[in-house]
């Protein structure tokens, strides 16, 4: 079984900064490409931000410059440092893995929960 979990989510105001963290758990024997995903209230699901196993990093242009992914292969954990968010940046913010499991082997598209995070005065 997989898990990925969430963390970091919260209030903050115009302009500051969040770091979501999403830590994987479980069989795994490897992870191959994570990524940020958000969903407003009434919208569809978005990718904010994706990164491979070996680092190549890919943005939404609306977070361009204010958000930055990375990784810790050892901790199997996915981060997304945001700043400067703005207020239309209130969002479910999901995290999501492809990750080779077992034994028995096999592939997931792993998801997490999901975390809030509010942009609001």
């Known amino acids: 079984q997989v898990q990925l979990v969430e963390s970091g989510g919260g209030l903050v105001q115009p302009g500051g900064s969040l770091r979501l963290s999403c830590a994987a758990s479980?069989?795994?024997?490897?992870?191959?490409?994570m990524g940020w995903y958000r969903q407003a209230p009434g919208k569809q699901r978005e990718k904010v931000a994706g990164i491979s196993s070996g680092g190549s990093t890919n943005y939404a242009d609306s977070v361009k410059g204010r958000f930055t992914i990375s990784r810790d292969n050892a901790k199997k954990t996915v981060y997304l440092q945001m700043k400067s968010l703005k207020p239309e940046g209130t969002s479910v913010y999901y995290c999501?893995?492809?990750?080779?499991?077992?034994?028995?082997?096999?592939?997931?598209?792993?998801w997490g929960q999901g975390t809030l995070v509010t942009v609001s005065s």
């Open positions: 999501n893995a492809d990750v080779i499991y077992g034994p028995p082997s096999g592939f997931l598209d792993a």
């Open positions: 479980g069989s795994i024997i490897s992870i191959y490409a």
